[in-house]
């Protein structure tokens, strides 16, 4: 299996430009999360879904920034628009249902001049 | 409000050494336990778990253990090998939610 599959990894972005990351769970798992890290938050959990169904997005900083899920197999997290401030490296993640073991991507560093 | 506190950011631990990491959590809830290693420029990867019932798990050179009254756990790395040289993220989680990590703790292996 080749893991959880994030895209890009890296972007550049211009203040006010939006921004899409994308990500790709591993197959036949049915939670997918959306973490942020930063130097002074470390790792905060933005949202997550089980079945491709929003279950807690209490950590989207803001109503720039919102998450999809249109099938098993496919998750964009789009900042519109974006600021300095998000700048940051994205992760997603997923498990399988029964398992506390999440398995996630390489991230997408995001800087937003 | 932290419910999952990782106090050293950093340690330093000569090969061969043992290296001990700390977790500290406030949430009596919680009922499994995680340690992740993150290298640069990758996601952060498992490492061992253990669930609240117990107070100790050892897979080869890692060892967690748990202490639910202290709402303490450590990680317990003998040998240490250079290539542990990684951050160490500790979690926690309560059933049907999503896991919630420490801030990370840095650990350097000098040969």
């Known amino acids: 299996d080749a893991g959880v599959i994030q895209s890009p990894r890296h972007e550049v972005t211009e203040m006010g430009q939006e921004v899409t990351l994308r990500c790709k769970p591993i197959?036949?798992?049915?939670?997918l999360f959306w973490y942020r890290q930063t130097m002074m938050r470390g790792l905060e959990l933005l949202i997550y879904?089980?079945?491709?169904?929003?279950?807690?997005d209490s950590g989207m900083p803001e109503d720039r920034f919102s998450a999809k899920m249109p099938n098993a197999s496919f998750s964009t997290l789009k900042i519109q628009p974006s600021e300095p401030r998000d700048s940051a490296v994205y992760f997603c993640?997923?498990?399988?249902?029964?398992?506390?073991?999440?398995?996630f991507g390489a991230g997408t560093r995001l800087s937003v001049l | 409000d932290q419910q999952v506190k990782q106090n050293s950011p950093s340690l330093s631990v000569q090969e061969g050494r043992i290296s001990i990491l700390n977790c500290d959590y406030t949430?009596?809830?919680?009922?499994?336990f995680l340690w992740y290693k993150k290298y640069p420029a990758e996601g952060p990867t498992f490492l061992i778990s253990?669930?609240?019932?117990?107070d100790k798990n050892e897979d080869g050179r890692f060892t967690v253990f748990l202490n639910k009254s202290a709402k303490h756990l450590s990680l317990h790395i003998v040998p240490s090998q250079p290539g542990d040289s990684a951050v160490y993220f500790c979690?926690?989680?309560?059933?049907?939610?999503?896991?919630?990590f420490g801030k990370g703790t840095t650990l350097s292996v000098s040969s």
């Open positions: 993640a997923s498990s399988p249902t029964g398992s506390n073991i999440q398995y």
């Open positions: 197959s036949g798992h049915d939670y």
């Open positions: 879904f089980n079945n491709n169904v929003p279950i807690d």
């Open positions: 949430n009596s809830m919680f009922d499994y």
């Open positions: 253990i669930s609240s019932i117990k």
């Open positions: 979690a926690a989680s309560v059933p049907g939610t999503a896991l919630i």
